[in-house]
């Protein structure tokens, strides 16, 4: 034994006694068989020691204080999980009837378009026509009418082309000079136009 060791073994220990075994240093507040426990755990105890197995130890009102913490966090955390998921429910809710919109105002702006060129097109129905046009699948990739299409399936939907009116036309006369009402009163009251 060095003379350090052998000094502390034949100091007086705290019985007084001189020779008996060194008692452990004590640290505040900490036991005496933890404080010089070694820190590094035996492989035993190391597959053993886990937070359930710990907690199991504890005295009964260290437990009942844990599990009243831990149900409020667990709690919170239910809550927070539930609000979210209605949260995610209304926000699919809320795409799905965006989507709907887009669709509808497509479908406005398609019909709005088509009867915008059915009208110059001499269409005599545009309401008839849009479901016609629909229903023969006259649209192209952009929502364009094919006119040409319906009008040679549906030709009853368009207006027919009407000659011009002229009182002259086709008479062999040549071309008379216009004259008004006045013109043609005087002519027959025998009053010279000037």
């Known amino acids: 034994m060095s003379e350090e060791t052998m000094e502390q073994v034949q100091q007086p220990a705290e019985g007084g006694q001189v020779g008996a075994e060194p008692v452990p240093e004590r640290r505040q507040g900490v036991p005496a068989t933890q404080a010089n ?3 590094d755990p035996s492989p035993d105890e190391e597959e053993e020691l886990s937070w359930e197995s710990w ?3 504890q005295e009964e009102r260290v437990r009942k204080l844990y599990e009243a913490h831990v149900s409020g966090l667990k709690s919170a955390l239910e809550a927070q999980k539930a609000q979210r998921k209605r949260v995610a ?3 699919q809710e809320t795409v799905n009837q965006l989507e709907t919109l887009r669709k509808q105002y497509q479908e ?5 378009a088509f009867y915008e060129r059915a009208s110059a097109e001499g269409v005599r129905h545009p309401k008839l026509a849009w479901y016609a046009a629909q229903e023969l699948g006259a649209f192209d990739e952009q929502g364009r009418c094919d006119f040409a299409k319906l009008r040679s399936h549906y030709p009853e939907l368009f207006r027919r082309a009407t000659p011009v009116a002229d009182a002259g036309a086709g008479a062999e006369q040549g071309a008379r000079a216009a004259r008004s009402m006045n013109e043609v009163i005087r002519a027959a009251t025998g009053r010279r136009v000037g």
Request: glycine share 0%; proline share 7%; net charge neutral.
């Open 37 to 39: 426990a070694p820190n």
């Open 55 to 57: 907690i199991a130890k």
């Open 89 to 91: 429910e209304q926000l």
């Open 108 to 112: 406005e702006a398609a019909r709005l």
